[in-house]
T-cell receptor
Framework: DADVTQTPRNRITKTGKRIMLECSQT?????MYWYRQDPGLGLRLIYY???????NKGEISDGYSVSRQAQAKFSLSLESAIPNQTALYFC??????????????FGEGSRLTVL | QQPVQSPQAVILREGEDAVINCSSS?????VHWYRQKHGEAPVFLMI?????EQKGHEKISASFNEKKQQSSLYLTASQLSYSGTYFC?????????????FGTGTRLQVFP
């Protein structure tokens, strides 16, 4: 099983619908992240959390919210989806002290299409 | 603020060499390199730290010029498995992975 698991892997929805993307990890890492990937734009940080009580906005947080339900779970919500939120979303974890690097461990990605 | 990668795309034959560059306008603490194969998640290749330390999992070499705020990834004797999109990510402070900013990527295609 993957160390960082995202669900769903693919989702098609309509404008205005509420969508939740879920991420769970078995690596025991404190730090978790949500990134968005668009063609030609690379990976952009949406939200990050350094522990259960610590949630922070990234560079493109508008239109998104998150919940850190436990150390192992970090969910991303789109309260009212719009077409320009169509993208590939990645969850990632890191633990610079445990892993001895700032390496990010990515989930397999969730492809979201908003019609 | 986003690091600039060059070239945007590279096409190679097996066995040929390539260099991918990453340049930042800010003073850097570290540079990360990741490779993403089509339809898959990015995978960590290495991190280069200020002061010359390198940490990585693969036999791919890279350099980090702190004064010029530039890093280069060297792919020698390329193999088909090297195909994918390469991203650099830059940090301006130690362990500040929340401030890790990725470049737009360099697409590498290796043909037989």
């Amino acid at each position: 099983d993957a160390d960082v698991t995202q669900t769903p892997r693919n989702r098609i929805t309509k404008t205005g619908k509420r969508i939740m993307l879920e991420c769970s990890q078995t690596k025991g890492h404190d730090r978790m992240y949500w990134y968005r990937q668009d063609p030609g734009l690379g990976l952009r940080l949406i939200y990050y959390s350094f522990d259960v009580k610590d949630i922070n906005k990234g560079e493109i947080s508008d239109g998104y919210s998150v919940s850190r339900q436990a150390q192992a779970k970090f969910s991303l919500s789109l309260e009212s989806a719009i077409p320009n939120q169509t993208a590939l979303y990645f969850c990632a974890t890191s633990d610079p002290w445990r892993e001895n690097t700032g390496e990010l461990f990515f989930g397999e990605g969730s492809r979201l299409t908003v019609l | 603020q986003q690091p600039v990668q060059s070239p945007q795309a590279v096409i190679l034959r097996e066995g040929e060499d390539a260099v991918i560059n990453c340049s930042s306008s800010k003073a850097l603490y570290s540079v990360h390199w990741y490779r993403q194969k089509h339809g898959e998640a990015p995978v960590f290749l290495m991190i280069l730290l200020k002061g010359g330390e390198q940490k990585g999992h693969e036999k791919i070499s890279a350099s980090f010029n702190e004064k010029k705020q530039q890093s280069s990834l060297y792919l020698t004797a390329s193999q088909l498995s090297y195909s994918g999109t390469y991203f650099c990510g830059t940090e301006i402070r130690a362990y500040n992975t929340d401030k890790l900013i990725f470049g737009t990527g360099t697409r590498l295609q290796v043909f037989p």
